[in-house]
């Protein structure tokens, strides 16, 4: 901001400056700024800091323009009014995670199990199945509570310090603990602390991206009066609001709001605020139901991810089958139901029951979010990690996550038709990275005057980390990742400096700044006049944009026409054009301090292309999505030419591919629709340029209505709402705002969109090992459902019915023996080609056609071999079998043969359990051919041992059996069986008829081409 300040007419339509054109309020590209009037203080003003001049802000607050506040003062406001912090960082509490953890069906249904067993004084397996509870809400609550504290240590290093001004010193302080009335000052760098009326400043223009989604950086005044008291955030442009940065020039403010009452924190407060409901204008009754209603379902797990909604409905159904069966077990009886029976009817019940299902669950998402950490990606909500593997559409920012979020100088075009082009350049801040191609001769051009008006007409600092000390903490110094090289300043002029800078430009020593014209968005150009304070000439250096310098030279028609079309082919290759130019003035007749005298007949030098290059590993990632059948849409604030040469180079477009006529819009065009005309469009658009929040939501509701699952990506305060309408939203770590991790369910440390592939890798993974899992439990469950119905055939003398398996051994068939094999297969590596099939169905979730078709062959297949185990020991001998009554808690007097028919049982199915294991790991193909990599007829010692975990699972689960049914009063008092001999064949007999069943059914399976894996992604090689 000039120091002349403007002459402003109260309707606002006009505004005069004086000498400076910086002194100008708007730009034709900035909101119109309505209502700006003359200041006088006769007048009575509204209470709002842009509505009042500097010295009514000054006396609102109690504060001294000169000295601020005293630092009695300040600490006696800190006490009145809390920290400048914003609540919704503070994330989720203890408390809250464990009510995440006990809401779900299944815990319900187990806590009910835990429940009865003590009630019939079954201590064992009531304990038991109370550690399964127990283990399952400890492994989650640690999870997600580590998950949170990661988190929280993000938001720590996002708290930025601040200088101001207490008792007529400046110093450095945390700007939490800023109070209104502070003063603070404002430079080049520097995040804004809190929301600041401006009170005095030169050249000043702030990033309100991360608030207002305006990707281009907003010129402040101090000066502006407003009369509309309701007028846009983003037009108050004698305000800098908290969490906004400074690009340019500096500044003097006093602070007007913090903590919750900035404009941060009140979109913070919106997310935090109940979304309204159907009951919200129904009578108190009718809303005491309502809340009872949602409650129930919260605590049932009937809300949340897929996963989360279908395994919850899965245990409900599971509870009322086990209910049932239950019934079924008390009519065998007649309904004559002593101990015996109501223990067979528990145990029946509890057969069908997982009783593991949650702990392996919870410990393998455990697993997956600690690999998410180390591929840089924070997840807040574990069920979230399985739910990021099912979308079919991303819809991705642009700036920082598809590119690197910074500019790098690409092409200049230099007067003479010469042509420099940057190449190899994979930092954009080091000028020693990569070489510059030029098309022709350096001779004889205006290579260094150019250089050095790139160097010259600058604000910004480059420097090597190496050589530099430690910047000031308050201000806002950014580098490439893994690079010693820092820049501090707006990004079009560091990426000017860098380019200078790679032939070894510097300022000379004889040069002497005599006068600056700063850029402002009015004239959208800059100036600077340097000379050797003797001589009575100096150079001039300018910079600006093409259409505005154009006019400024003095040049013929011809060249500048010329500069024209290379100015639009450039601009057509997605660069940001910049014309470069210079003179000589006589400082004796001309006056350097005038704008319109220094800015006139200047000569051409060239344009400079700028552009915000791709992460490097943004293509392949792109690719990867494609062959994932995931869509990815870029929705960006920039400019749509922009935005169309990244999304061809990084893959999002394609040149070889037909596109509908929709496949790029602006945002404008997108938003004016209805939904009846976006839902008519053949396919949403790819790209959307110039993207507000709203259009944002927008898209996504579009992609609900196709049946969509869909991830959003964001940065900003504004963002969140959209992160918050997305299935999972993915906030950035790195310059994401507090508010957006606060509204994301994950949060990427290094802002790369590579980074998400690797999650929904990871949550394909996930997904895949899941359905394994699930079918090994399921299939021990259906096996003993199989067999203990059935063998409520099998009866003794009194009638009574005899247990083909003790209720010992069904909770150590379920938990000992299957929880670390589900265990084992929850850890399975990713498929070679998780990444070239479809995205799996979200209406059938895990639960796949192809899961329960496996599951009943597996469970029918299991239960019919234990079955026959213990038919075949109980009456093959005599052919018959005549059983005294008593056998089911008794070993004794006759009751030897239910004892050994019973060990083989649980021998016979803890084996079956332990080879499923292996089967399971691939729902097709054979176990001995299992994995491309091996071949030979030992292939298949390879593939079992590759997974270590699952290998020895099943080792040690082969070990354990033989000590149950060994180990003298163990076997006989506790699990109700005795030791057997010839009885092992019968078990190896079941074992091999078993492998030789499921080998059959997976070879149908190939030959008829059952099962959705099959299928490869559209595309896929």
Same mark, same amino acid.
């Given at each position: 901001?000039?120091e002349?300040?403007?002459?402003?007419?109260?309707?606002?339509?006009?505004?005069?400056?004086?000498?400076?054109?910086?002194?100008?309020?708007?730009s034709?590209?900035?909101?119109?700024?309505?209502g700006?009037?003359? +200041?006088?203080?006769?007048?009575?003003?509204p209470?709002?800091?842009?509505?009042?001049?500097?010295?009514q802000v000054?006396?609102?607050?109690?504060?001294?323009l000169?000295?601020?506040?005293?630092?009695?003062e300040a600490?006696?406001?800190?006490?009145?009014?809390?920290?400048?912090?914003?609540k919704?960082a @503070?994330?989720?509490?203890?408390?809250?995670?464990?009510?995440?953890?006990?809401?779900?069906?299944?815990?319900?249904?187990?806590?009910?199990?835990?429940?009865?067993?003590f009630?019939?004084?079954?201590?064992?397996e009531?304990g038991?199945?109370?550690?399964?509870? +127990?283990?399952?809400?400890?492994?989650g609550?640690v999870?997600?509570?580590r998950?949170?504290?990661?988190?929280?240590?993000?938001y720590a290093?996002?708290?930025?310090?601040?200088?101001?001004?207490?008792?007529?010193?400046?110093?450095?302080?945390?700007?939490?603990?800023?109070?209104?009335?502070?003063?603070? *000052?404002?430079?080049?760098?520097?995040?804004?602390?809190?929301d600041?009326?401006?009170?005095?400043?030169?050249?000043?223009?702030?990033?309100?991206a991360l608030?207002?989604?305006?990707?281009?950086?907003?010129?402040?005044?101090?000066?502006?009066?407003?009369?509309?008291?309701?007028?846009?955030?983003?037009?108050?442009?004698?305000l800098?609001?908290?969490g906004?940065?400074?690009t340019r020039?500096?500044?003097?403010?006093?602070?007007?709001?913090?903590?919750?009452?900035?404009?941060?924190?009140?979109?913070?407060?919106?997310l935090?605020?109940? @979304?309204?409901?159907?009951?919200?204008?129904?009578?108190?009754a009718y809303?005491?139901?309502?809340?009872?209603?949602?409650?129930?379902?919260?605590?049932?797990?009937?809300?949340g991810?897929?996963l989360?909604?279908?395994?919850?409905?899965?245990?409900?159904?599971?509870? $009322?089958?086990?209910?049932?069966?239950?019934?079924?077990?008390?009519?065998a009886?007649?309904?004559?139901?002593?101990?015996?029976?109501?223990?067979?009817?528990i145990?029946?019940?509890?057969?069908?029951?997982?009783?593991s299902?949650?702990?392996?669950?919870?410990v393998?998402?455990?697993?997956a979010?600690?690999a998410?950490?180390?591929?840089?990606?924070?997840?807040?909500?574990?069920?979230?990690?399985e739910?990021v593997?099912?979308?079919?559409?991303?819809?991705?920012?642009?700036?920082?996550?598809?590119?690197?979020?910074r500019?790098?100088?690409?092409?200049?075009?230099?007067?003479?038709?010469?042509?420099?082009?940057?190449?190899?350049?994979?930092?954009?801040?080091?000028?020693t990275?990569?070489?510059?191609?030029?098309?022709?001769?350096?001779?004889?051009?205006?290579?260094?005057?150019?250089?050095?008006?790139?160097?010259?007409?600058n604000?910004?600092t480059?420097?090597?980390?190496?050589?530099?000390?430690e910047?000031?903490?308050?201000?806002?110094?950014?580098?490439?990742e893994?690079?010693?090289w820092?820049?501090?300043?707006?990004?079009t002029?560091?990426?000017?400096?860098v380019?200078?800078?790679?032939?070894?430009?510097?300022?000379?020593?004889?040069?002497?700044?005599?006068?600056?014209?700063?850029?402002?968005?009015?004239c959208?150009?800059?100036?600077? +006049?340097?000379?050797?304070?003797?001589?009575?000439?100096?150079?001039?250096? *300018?910079?600006?944009?093409?259409?505005?310098?154009?006019?400024?030279?003095?040049?013929?028609?011809?060249? @500048?026409?010329?500069?024209?079309?290379k100015?639009?082919?450039?601009a057509?290759?997605?660069?940001?054009v910049?014309?470069?130019?210079?003179?000589?003035?006589?400082?004796?007749?001309?006056?350097?301090?005038?704008?319109?005298?220094?800015?006139?007949?200047?000569?051409?030098?060239?344009?400079?292309?700028?552009?915000?290059?791709?992460?490097?590993?943004?293509a392949g990632?792109?690719?990867?999505?494609?062959?994932a059948?995931?869509q990815?849409?870029?929705?960006t604030?920039?400019?749509?030419?922009?935005?169309? $040469?990244?999304a061809?180079?990084v893959?999002?477009?394609?040149?070889?591919?037909?596109?509908?006529?929709?496949?790029?819009?602006?945002?404008?065009? %997108?938003?004016?629709?209805?939904?009846?005309?976006?839902?008519?469009?053949?396919?949403?658009?790819?790209?959307?340029?110039r993207?507000?929040?709203?259009?944002?939501?927008?898209?996504?509701?579009?992609?609900?209505?196709?049946?969509?699952?869909?991830?959003m990506?964001?940065?900003? +305060?504004?963002?969140?709402?959209?992160l918050?309408?997305?299935?999972?939203?993915?906030?950035?770590?790195?310059?994401?705002?507090?508010?957006?991790?606060?509204a994301?369910?994950?949060?990427?440390?290094?802002?790369?969109?590579?980074?998400?592939?690797?999650?929904?890798?990871?949550?394909?993974?996930?997904?895949?090992?899941?359905?394994?899992?699930?079918?090994h439990?399921?299939?021990?469950?259906?096996?003993?459902?199989?067999?203990?119905?059935?063998?409520?055939?099998f009866?003794?003398?009194?009638?009574?019915?005899?247990?083909?398996?003790?209720?010992?051994?069904?909770?150590?068939?379920?938990?000992?023996t299957?929880?670390?094999?589900a265990?084992?297969l929850?850890?399975?590596?990713?498929?070679?080609?998780?990444?070239?099939?479809?995205?799996?169905?979200?209406?059938?979730?895990?639960?796949?056609?192809?899961?329960?078709?496996d599951?009943?062959?597996?469970g029918?297949?299991?239960?019919?071999? *234990?079955?026959?185990?213990?038919?075949?020991?109980?009456?093959?001998?005599?052919?018959?079998?005549?059983v005294?009554?008593?056998?089911?808690?008794?070993?004794?007097?006759?009751?030897?043969?239910?004892?050994?028919?019973?060990?083989?049982?649980?021998?016979?199915?803890?084996?079956?359990?332990?080879?499923?294991?292996?089967?399971?790991?691939?729902?097709?193909r054979?176990?001995?051919?299992?994995?491309?990599?091996?071949?030979?007829?030992?292939?298949? %010692? @390879?593939?079992?041992?590759?997974?270590?975990?699952?290998?020895?699972?099943?080792?040690?689960?082969?070990v354990?059996?033989?000590p149950?049914?060994?180990i003298?009063?163990?076997?006989?008092?506790?699990?109700?069986?005795?030791?057997?001999?010839?009885?092992?064949?019968?078990?190896?007999?079941?074992?091999?008829?078993?492998?030789?069943?499921i080998?059959?059914?997976?070879?149908?399976?190939?030959?008829?081409?059952?099962?959705?894996?099959?299928?490869?992604?559209?595309?896929?090689?």
């Amino acid at each position: 901001m000039g120091e002349t300040e403007a002459k402003v007419i109260t309707n606002g339509a006009d505004h005069a400056s004086s000498s400076s054109d910086s002194s100008a309020i708007a730009s034709p590209d900035e909101p119109p700024i309505a209502g700006l009037r003359q +200041v006088d203080i006769a007048i009575e003003k509204p209470s709002l800091p842009h509505t009042q001049s500097v010295g009514q802000v000054a006396a609102h607050y109690n504060t001294s323009l000169e000295d601020g506040l005293s630092s009695q003062e300040a600490a006696a406001r800190l006490t009145r009014d809390g920290p400048n912090t914003i609540k919704g960082a @503070k994330g989720i509490s203890l408390w809250q995670i464990l009510f995440a953890q006990v809401a779900n069906a299944l815990t319900v249904v187990l806590i009910a199990v835990a429940v009865l067993s003590f009630a019939i004084s079954d201590y064992i397996e009531g304990g038991v199945v109370l550690a399964v509870i +127990v283990l399952n809400i400890v492994v989650g609550l640690v999870q997600d509570y580590r998950a949170e504290q990661t988190i929280q240590s993000l938001y720590a290093l996002s708290t930025p310090k601040c200088k101001v001004i207490r008792d007529g010193h400046s110093d450095t302080v945390k700007a939490e603990t800023l109070v209104k009335g502070d003063l603070v *000052s404002l430079a080049v760098g520097d995040m804004v602390p809190a929301d600041l009326r401006l009170v005095s400043g030169i050249n000043l223009s702030a990033d309100e991206a991360l608030l207002t989604g305006e990707s281009v950086a907003i010129s402040k005044h101090h000066e502006a009066v407003f009369d509309d008291i309701d007028m846009p955030i983003g037009d108050r442009i004698n305000l800098a609001y908290s969490g906004s940065s400074i690009t340019r020039g500096r500044a003097t403010g006093v602070v007007i709001a913090t903590g919750m009452e900035t404009q941060v924190g009140q979109i913070a407060e919106m997310l935090r605020k109940t @979304k309204k409901t159907a009951a919200d204008d129904k009578s108190s009754a009718y809303k005491a139901m309502y809340k009872a209603y949602q409650t129930t379902r919260a605590i049932l797990g009937l809300e949340g991810t897929p996963l989360q909604v279908t395994l919850s409905k899965f245990a409900l159904l599971l509870f $009322a089958f086990a209910i049932l069966l239950a019934i079924i077990v008390f009519a065998a009886s007649l309904f004559d139901i002593n101990d015996d029976v109501l223990l067979y009817g528990i145990c029946v019940g509890v057969a069908v029951i997982p009783e593991s299902l949650l702990a392996v669950l919870t410990v393998t998402m455990a697993v997956a979010t600690k690999a998410m950490v180390a591929g840089n990606v924070i997840v807040r909500q574990m069920p979230s990690l399985e739910a990021v593997g099912g979308v079919t559409n991303i819809c991705s920012d642009k700036t920082g996550t598809l590119t690197q979020g910074r500019m790098i100088t690409r092409k200049v075009w230099l007067r003479g038709d010469l042509t420099g082009t940057t190449e190899g350049s994979t930092d954009p801040y080091d000028p020693t990275n990569g070489s510059v191609k030029w098309s022709g001769s350096l001779a004889g051009s205006c290579l260094d005057t150019f250089l050095t008006t790139l160097i010259l007409c600058n604000n910004s600092t480059v420097s090597d980390g190496k050589k530099e000390q430690e910047t000031d903490s308050s201000s806002v110094t950014t580098s490439a990742e893994g690079s010693t090289w820092k820049a501090v300043g707006e990004p079009t002029e560091i990426a000017l400096k860098v380019f200078g800078l790679r032939f070894g430009n510097r300022k000379s020593s004889g040069d002497q700044l005599i006068a600056e014209h700063p850029f402002d968005s009015t004239c959208k150009r800059m100036s600077v +006049v340097y000379g050797g304070g003797v001589d009575s000439e100096a150079s001039v250096y *300018s910079k600006g944009a093409v259409e505005i310098l154009i006019p400024l030279l003095n040049e013929d028609e011809e060249l @500048k026409k010329a500069i024209y079309a290379k100015a639009e082919d450039l601009a057509s290759q997605g660069l940001r054009v910049l014309c470069i130019a210079n003179r000589t003035i006589d400082t004796k007749a001309e006056d350097a301090h005038d704008r319109k005298q220094v800015e006139t007949n200047l000569r051409f030098l060239g344009l400079a292309g700028l552009y915000d290059p791709p992460r490097q590993e943004t293509a392949g990632a792109v690719a990867q999505c494609k062959r994932a059948g995931i869509q990815v849409h870029m929705v960006t604030g920039d400019h749509i030419k922009t935005a169309t $040469a990244i999304a061809y180079e990084v893959g999002i477009l394609s040149h070889d591919v037909a596109l509908p006529p929709t496949a790029v819009m602006a945002a404008a065009d %997108f938003g004016n629709l209805t939904d009846e005309q976006v839902d008519a469009m053949e396919s949403l658009p790819l790209v959307i340029a110039r993207c507000s929040p709203l259009t944002k939501v927008k898209v996504i509701k579009a992609l609900h209505r196709r049946k969509a699952f869909c991830i959003m990506t964001g940065d900003g +305060v504004n963002d969140s709402p959209a992160l918050k309408q997305a299935d999972v939203g993915i906030a950035m770590g790195d310059r994401g705002s507090d508010v957006a991790k606060e509204a994301a369910d994950m949060v990427l440390t290094d802002d790369n969109f590579a980074s998400i592939v690797t999650g929904i890798k990871e949550g394909r993974r996930l997904a895949d090992n899941i359905q394994k899992f699930l079918l090994h439990l399921l299939t021990s469950n259906l096996a003993q459902v199989v067999l203990l119905l059935i063998g409520l055939a099998f009866q003794d003398e009194d009638g009574l019915s005899i247990f083909p398996l003790s209720p010992l051994e069904i909770l150590w068939a379920n938990l000992i023996t299957s929880s670390p094999l589900a265990l084992g297969l929850g850890l399975e590596e990713a498929q070679a080609d998780i990444l070239d099939r479809p995205p799996r169905s979200l209406k059938s979730g895990v639960f796949t056609l192809d899961l329960v078709r496996d599951q009943l062959v597996y469970g029918v297949c299991m239960g019919s071999m *234990s079955l026959m185990s213990f038919m075949l020991v109980m009456y093959a001998p005599n052919g018959y079998g005549s059983v005294v009554a008593g056998c089911n808690e008794s070993g004794d007097g006759g009751c030897e043969v239910v004892y050994r028919a019973r060990a083989t049982t649980f021998a016979t199915l803890a084996f079956l359990l332990l080879i499923t294991s292996w089967e399971v790991k691939h729902f097709q193909r054979s176990l001995f051919a299992m994995n491309d990599k091996y071949k030979g007829p030992f292939s298949v %010692f @390879k593939t079992i041992y590759e997974n270590r975990f699952l290998f020895w699972g099943v080792v040690v689960g082969f070990v354990m059996i033989f000590p149950v049914i060994y180990i003298p009063v163990l076997n006989t008092s506790v699990f109700h069986h005795r030791g057997i001999s010839w009885e092992w064949g019968v078990v190896a007999g079941a074992v091999v008829l078993y492998l030789a069943l499921i080998e059959s059914w997976k070879a149908c399976k190939r030959r008829f081409k059952l099962g959705a894996d099959l299928q490869r992604a559209p595309g896929a090689v």
